[in-house]
């Protein structure tokens, strides 16, 4: 308890330096285009070709650390984000101590161009004590409409997933994300034309595993082919209040062998699993529908995902088709724009002027809801220990103190619902998450 104590400490004044310093400064520059995990480092392209000479070959920005050339075709972006998260359980699945203080993540972002031709993305983690690499892609971009992308990175499926870690309105993600894939190794063509209006994403991935990761130096036994198409019908559209309006269908088709990841609450507990014995063995489908709005400081953001697969147990084959859906919406207490990208406070916290600069504040709630088939019981899930259904409600409030710090704190309720009704259920799941999150 000590050393968590002291890492909780040192992390807080480590906040409170740099929301000082940040008051301090003055904020002249024009804000640098919002990067989340999945968009290719293309944001950070220069305006033109030309050489820009007021810019030197090292600056440090308010956006991180900036290495160019002097014609600027060639240029490196170094910054990243950490996440300390505290953990306290009113209730746990099975009524045990798990209480705690962790990093999140820890990742430290390389990205740029090469030549003005090529950009890419390097980004390790080191948080909850491991290193893994999360992301690692090059992107040729010669064709803007069509850019060609291969590495690591995430499958262009969930709607949630697909938003940058360190954008999320709450802690963690919801139950519909438990079904859909995360980063694999693959190669994608992805795109957008008509001024946004219309973006798609297509690729052939190493893996099929739902809510899980691949490994960067592992080949796993899975393909799969994944794409996505999401619209945005009034983006060039004169009333501004429909302009962040999209919907979208994303889905996937392969096959998977081998173990299947089991599926985890809010608080990172497993709750359900298959049988030891069951491996996937075939098929694995998914189908995403989804949809988001945004005007001004109002936000919601919806989707429903279907994953069906293949499953081998011994001697028995079922197709097992488990279904997930969530909604989530959020609010600008102080007035701020909202949206999938992310929220930039107006008014950065001064602590010198009291109340009157308190920075962003958002409130935010979410249900989800994530649902086994039938067929996966008894012969390839336990009826007795595994639950059927899952059903996820939260609220979170976020204090976006300036443009590096945000606090968040969550509380979540996950209440279960056994596959039989003889069986002993589950305790709900009650955690409140507190974060703080450091980005530059």
């Known amino acids: 308890m000590k050393a968590k104590s002291a890492f909780a400490f040192l992390f807080l004044a480590l906040s409170m330096a740099l929301t000082v310093a940040a008051s301090a400064q003055t904020e002249a520059t024009t804000p640098q285009a919002v990067l989340s995990d999945d968009s290719p480092a293309a944001a950070v392209e220069p305006a033109s070709n030309a050489p820009d000479k007021t810019k030197p070959p090292i600056a440090f920005r308010r956006d991180g650390l900036w290495f160019s050339t002097s014609d600027g075709a060639t240029q490196l972006h170094v910054h990243g984000y950490a996440q300390a998260d505290d953990r306290m359980f009113s209730d ?3 009524a045990e101590e798990l209480d705690t203080f962790l990093f999140r993540r820890i990742r430290p972002l390389f990205e740029g161009t090469l030549f003005n031709a090529v950009d890419f993305r390097f980004m390790p983690d080191f948080g909850q004590s491991t290193y893994q690499i999360q992301e690692a892609f090059l992107e040729l971009k010669s064709v803007k409409f069509a850019k060609l992308r291969v590495g690591k990175f995430k499958e262009p499926i969930g709607l949630e997933v697909l938003r940058s870690d360190r954008e999320l309105t709450f802690a963690e993600r919801s139950l519909a994300s438990d079904l859909v894939p995360l980063r694999y190794i693959g190669a994608q063509l992805s795109g957008s034309i008509l001024s946004d209006s219309i973006s798609y994403a297509a690729g052939y991935f190493n893996g099929s595993s739902d809510g899980s990761n691949g490994a960067f130096t592992q080949w796993s036994h899975g393909n799969e082919a994944a794409a996505r198409i999401f619209l945005r019908p009034f983006a060039t559209a004169r009333l501004n209040a429909l302009h962040q309006f999209g919907i979208g269908l994303g889905g996937s088709a392969g096959h ?8 985890k609450t809010m608080g990172q507990t497993t709750f359900f699993k298959y049988s030891s014995t069951a491996t996937a063995n075939g098929q694995h489908n ?3 529908p989804q949809a988001y709005y945004y005007a001004g400081p109002f936000g919601v953001l919806s989707e429903y995902v279907i994953s069906s697969q293949d499953v081998l147990n011994k001697s028995l084959t079922a197709r097992v088709r488990n279904e997930a859906w969530q909604i989530a919406g959020s609010v600008m207490l102080t007035g701020e724009k909202n ?3 992310g929220v930039r406070p107006r008014n950065a916290t001064e602590h010198a002027v009291g109340f009157r600069r308190l920075g962003a504040l958002e409130l935010a709630l979410r249900y989800s809801q994530l649902r086994i088939d039938g067929d996966a019981f008894p012969h390839f899930a336990n009826t007795a ?5 899952a059903k996820e409600q939260a609220i979170g409030f976020n204090w976006y103190l300036n443009r590096y710090i945000k606090l968040e704190t969550d509380y979540e309720h996950t209440g279960f619902r056994m596959a039989s009704s003889t069986a002993i259920p589950l305790h709900s799941e009650n955690v409140l998450m507190n974060r703080i999150q450091l980005a530059f």
């Open 256 to 263: 998977q062998h081998g173990t299947i990841a089991g599926l």
């Open 339 to 341: 949206g999938y990208s």
């Open 385 to 389: 220990t595994a639950p059927q259904s």
């Open 92 to 94: 746990t699945i099975h």
């Open 286 to 288: 998914r189908l995403a």
